[in-house]
């Protein structure tokens, strides 16, 4: 069944490329806003090797361009990334860091955990925890990135007039959504790249010499300790459980990834790259709106990102820090905004096309449940309740923990009745497994996925 899948996602993937080249092509830009930055920080800082994270990177988006099917993205692990970036970690400290996560997402998905996180966290919860992801990213553009900036400076090739002027070519594509946005910006912030650092910030031929890295016992505490555990609410949260949700809304005709393939998936980035000092990976939420709304469509958008990226670790490396570095803000700040508003928007659905509001009709067909006038506004504050906290304590943990609170209080006596309908639903999902997986033809295959 795996290949057979494979097999029809690799034909959609054609079928894109061939319908859309230049929206496939920027829609695969669409999370630069949230790579670059991290990325070129912990390669100055030297707590990562950026040939190396380019080189397996690139291989981990083709690897989920042709396993999923989606534009899902590779980008850092933030909370990670946050924590090495003031703390100057080591190489070590920082791929220990990744480990330690990973090693939890990978138990997690391996013994079934992370599909009964999916049943028992309720949809206006994970919608909270996108809504919220979304607006840090846009609270994230103009703190970091367009703040700082004034009309005129820090120089005449990136300030708030190129920003402004980045921001109405963004409206302008609202009309026109064929224009490649993301490929269009990201040619000329190379090009202002180039003339804010100079001649010699070009990149030169480096040929990629990879080495590995064993952590010591305390660079391995260091990074476990102080960025690792708290990285896994994050991960699981919104790089896991929102970006299966979100693949749902976004790209209905597709099928959805799980939970567990993209636990694993998560796992298997970090377990591999990190031992050759690689930056710690995950696929999120954010990154998949952000390529959605620049155009990208299918898995093969991701696949030629990653293929850039080898040819880029490959041959360039470590060369390519100054010119990055120069890239400017107010670009990047205008791609970040632009994938944290269309992040936000998936929690319009939550009272009108959320996937807990459907149920099967009496013709075995699907219909969506009406929501009452009460019932509608209990949703709204549990979501709003997730966003709140995440956003008031930036951290997702504390987001999930506010709306599962607020969930609790509003369903009070209920709350047996909905465990019990978790376990029961928990266990028709292993009977549908086990159906699926005595399938033993193309044909049995076809037949039980045009019964469900």
Request: proline content about 5%.
């Amino acid at each position: 069944m795996a290949f057979t899948q494979i097999r029809r996602l690799h034909a959609n993937n054609v079928a894109v490329l061939r319908s859309s080249p230049l929206s496939e092509i920027s829609g695969s830009l669409g999370d630069l806003g949230t790579l670059l930055p991290l990325m070129i920080a912990l390669a100055v800082n030297n707590s990562i090797s950026l040939s190396t994270t380019l080189v397996f990177s690139g291989l981990w988006n083709i690897f989920t361009g042709v396993a999923f099917g989606i534009p899902l993205p590779v980008q850092p692990m933030k909370a990670v990334a946050a924590v090495a970036i003031a703390r100057k970690f080591t190489i070590e400290e920082t791929i220990s860091a990744g480990f330690t996560t990973s090693g939890f997402v990978f138990i997690f998905s391996i013994t079934g955990l992370l599909r009964w996180f999916t049943h028992v966290i309720p949809t206006p919860v994970v919608k909270g925890i996108q809504v919220g992801a979304g607006l840090s990213l846009v609270l994230s553009a103009g703190i970091s990135l367009l703040q700082p900036l004034g009309w005129t400076t820090p120089n005449p090739f990136d300030n708030l007039l190129w920003a402004l002027s980045a921001f109405i070519f963004l409206l302008l594509t609202q009309k026109l959504p064929k224009i490649p946005y993301a490929l269009i910006i990201f040619l000329l912030g190379l090009i202002l790249s180039l003339v804010i650092a100079g001649p010699h910030s070009l990149p030169s031929f480096r040929f990629w010499h990879p080495r590995t890295y064993l952590p010591t016992w305390p660079a391995f505490q260091s990074g476990a300790l102080n960025a690792g555990l708290g990285q896994i609410p994050l991960t699981t949260l919104n790089s896991i459980i929102a970006v299966s949700y979100l693949s749902s809304d976004l790209l209905p005709h597709l099928p959805t990834p799980s939970v567990t393939r993209i636990g694993i998936s998560v796992a298997l980035m970090n377990l591999v790259g990190g031992w050759f000092g690689a930056m710690p990976v995950c696929h999120g939420s954010g990154g998949l709106a952000a390529q959605y709304r620049f155009g990208a469509r299918s898995g093969a958008s991701i696949i030629i990102l990653g293929a850039f990226k080898i040819l880029l670790g490959l041959f360039f490396g470590e060369s390519l820090v100054s010119l990055l570095k120069a890239y400017p803000k107010g670009l990047l700040g205008i791609m970040v905004l632009a994938a944290g508003l269309e992040l936000a928007k998936v929690g319009e659905s939550l009272n009108n096309g959320a996937r807990d509001l459907w149920e099967v009709s009496e013709g075995n067909g699907k219909r969506q449940r009406e929501v009452g006038e009460e019932e509608r506004m209990e949703r709204w504050t549990v979501m709003f309740m997730t966003i709140g906290g995440l956003l008031a304590f930036k951290n997702d943990g504390v987001g999930f923990l506010a709306g599962m609170l607020s969930w609790a209080f509003y369903r009070g006596a209920d709350l047996r009745g909905w465990v019990r309908g978790v376990w029961e639903s928990w266990r028709g999902q292993r009977n549908e497994t086990e159906e699926w997986r005595a399938a033993t033809t193309v044909e049995e295959e076809e037949a039980l996925l045009s019964e469900s």
